[in-house]
């Protein structure tokens, strides 16, 4: 039995035609909301210039997404076994059942729970294709910011942090006073005080 008719199966229970061609439709859309994140999104929302503005912000960012998803896949992995050895056992259960009505439950539980494990292996899929897509961007550097020692490795930080500082000033004002004041310098971060208390107005701990 496909994905799509063990989804459709409920809809056995609605009277109206009108009302199961309406919820079949939307039954359709389940394929619109699992879809894997796109090349674009990647590099123009994910791996914005704002939030990671320089190449080695990007590469560090890109990397953790393909560990993230590495994980993932172990975790799915586990939950297919697990899945598919509930299903070997269901089997069992339903060919040594004898009770016509405890043997029809049995049969539902197994449709459900092949349903879930179409459903976790189309979600390891999802997640394949976006580990291709985040590890095609890192690819686009040649392993540039690999192994680097401690002393590149905090050059790059350092100029990671004030780059990203300048771009969201508000915030790590808020959070990280001092430290904006360390990149902006002393004048530039004065200007920067007059123009936001104009344009933002003040924090809530300067009204104290």
């Known amino acids: 039995m496909t994905e799509t008719s063990l989804i459709e199966k409920p809809l ?4 109206k035609k009108e009302d199961r061609e309406i919820l079949a439709e939307i039954s359709h859309f389940l394929k619109d909301f699992s879809q894997p994140i796109t090349s674009i999104q990647v590099n123009k929302l994910v791996l914005n210039d704002i939030e990671y503005p320089t190449e080695y912000a990007k590469v560090k960012h890109a990397k953790l997404e ?3 998803r590495y994980y993932s896949i172990i975790d799915t ?3 297919i076994k697990k899945k598919e050895l509930e299903l070997e ?3 069992e259960e339903i060919e040594n059942e004898t009770h ?6 049995k049969q539902l539980e197994k449709e459900k729970n092949v349903l879930q494990l179409q459903s976790i292996k189309s979600r390891l899929e999802i997640v394949i294709k976006e580990i291709k897509i985040y590890h095609t961007h890192y690819l686009q550097y040649n392993g540039k910011y690999d192994n680097l020692n401690d002393e590149d490795k905090c050059k790059l930080e350092e100029e990671l942090w004030a780059k990203t500082a300048k771009n969201n000033p508000i915030i790590f004002e808020e959070r990280y006073g001092d430290f904006l ?3 902006l310098g002393e004048d530039k971060y004065k200007i920067y ?3 936001r208390k104009i344009s933002v107005g003040l924090f809530p701990r300067e009204l104290v």
């Open 89 to 91: 056992l269901l089997d």
């Open 193 to 195: 005080l007059e123009r």
């Open 66 to 68: 393909l560990v993230s």
């Open 181 to 183: 004041k360390e990149v």
């Open 77 to 79: 992995y586990y939950d």
């Open 100 to 105: 016509p009505i405890k043997k029809k439950l």
């Open 12 to 15: 056995d229970l609605i009277e």
